[in-house]
């Protein structure tokens, strides 16, 4: 179980109502570490003053104490994984908007690649049926099945998965101390028996909300090489799974259903849309890239140690401008750096930010990723 320091006070500061991957995210690129922004009581961060979420943060982290923080975990069963770590799901850790800090029960291998199954929680016997057959057999591949635990598509695919003797992961919308739905309870014990984990971006005691489900859903498709519908209706939570999906350039397939069926209008919309069509375990492996993570867990860690990179000669590489607009690019690198940041480090205003980035766009010198993240672009 991972407890240091560094990660206990970032599991403190998520345990802050309003503050959640994203402010923590803002803090670690102002501060560098959750020890400094944590111990800071100066007036080294006006640059997040006028923040109401971090004005709340000072005042909040005075009524936190890491250390029960921390007992807290250990009696929960709770492990902690930072970006960066050799644990952390490797394709996950590729995303611009990967979490600081995952929360975790069970095991997890880095190396491991997933393949989401998701679908609707009002499932047919023949969608189970589906969800369970691909699970089984993909699980049998060697690649872990990413699913939310919830009722339906989910429950199945998990099942199918420790049928075939394979690995599973749930991601869950609130803190890991409970599980939900209640019903699913042996179900999450089996999933960690089996070596798999049951994994948040929330701390414990912190219930599931409506607006979770979509946050959640961004790390079941960031965690997989690609993400299989099995049943879904037109407005079905699944589709916001395939919207994050393609954003984050993954593969989309669905499983036809009958005709008859409200549950198939989703999917069959998506094969119309160019999804790939899965209808055996083939029609998915078939189509999945080489196995890398090997390369993205060292990705990753380059990600978490940026300063790193300023010795390896990644610098000298970038395009050298000489226009007005050289002070962003010097603050841009490999490293994905998020506008707010850009904004504290780059001594222009922020419309001159704003313009800059859009001309830099439109010259090829840098690239927008999604969440308002920038790099340079290399030749």
């Known amino acids: 179980m ?42 080294s961060c006006l640059g997040l003053s006028e923040n109401a979420w971090f004005q709340n943060f000072c005042q909040a982290r005075e009524k936190i104490d890491p250390e029960k923080v921390a007992l807290k975990l250990a009696q929960e069963g709770i492990s902690l994984v930072a970006l960066g770590e050799d644990r952390y799901p490797c394709l996950l850790a590729e995303c611009p908007d990967a979490p ?6 069970g095991m997890l291998k880095a190396s491991q690649e997933g393949i989401a199954i998701v679908g609707s929680r009002r499932a047919t016997p023949y969608g189970k049926a589906a969800a369970s057959y691909l699970a089984k057999n993909i699980a049998g591949e060697g690649y872990v099945i990413v699913s939310g635990l919830a009722r339906g598509i989910d429950t199945a695919a998990h099942r199918g998965a420790l049928e075939g003797n394979g690995v599973t992961w ?19 014990h089996a999933i960690q028996e089996k070596g798999g984990a049951l994994i948040s971006e929330y701390p414990p ?18 965690s997989a090489r690609g993400v299989v519908v099995v049943e879904a209706a037109q407005k079905s939570g699944s589709l916001i799974t395939v919207d994050f999906a393609l954003e984050q350039g993954r593969e989309v ?5 009958p005709i008859f069926s409200e549950q198939s209008k989703g999917t069959h919309q998506l094969l119309k849309m160019g999804a ?10 078939s189509e999945l890239p080489p196995k890398s993570c090997l390369n993205i867990v060292n990705s990753a860690v380059n990600v978490s140690q940026p300063k790193k990179l300023e010795s390896t000669g990644q610098k000298d590489r970038r395009v050298k401008t000489g226009g007005k607009w050289q002070e962003i690019l010097d603050c841009l690198s490999d490293v ?17 930010i704003a313009l800059g980035l859009l001309e830099l766009q439109l010259s090829g010198q840098i690239i927008q990723l999604p969440g308002q993240y920038y790099v340079l672009e290399r030749v």
């Open 100 to 105: 600081p800090l995952l929360f975790y029960k």
């Open 336 to 352: 994905p750096l998020h506008i707010d940041r850009l904004t504290v480090m780059c001594p222009l205003s922020a419309q001159e």
């Open 253 to 257: 397939f669905a499983v036809p259903g």
């Open 170 to 188: 749930a991601f869950m919308a609130g803190g890991l101390d409970t599980v939900y739905p209640s019903e699913n309870l042996q179900l999450a």
């Open 205 to 222: 005691g912190r219930p599931v909300e409506p607006g979770h489900f979509p946050a959640r859903n961004r790390l079941i498709s960031g």
């Open 2 to 43: 991972s407890l240091n320091t560094e990660n206990i006070l970032r599991a403190a500061i998520l345990h802050i109502p309003g503050v959640g991957s994203g402010r923590l995210r803002q803090l670690l690129a102002f501060y560098g570490t959750a020890k400094n922004a944590w111990e800071d009581r100066g007036n």
């Open 276 to 285: 790939k069509l899965a209808s055996e375990p083939e029609d998915i492996l």
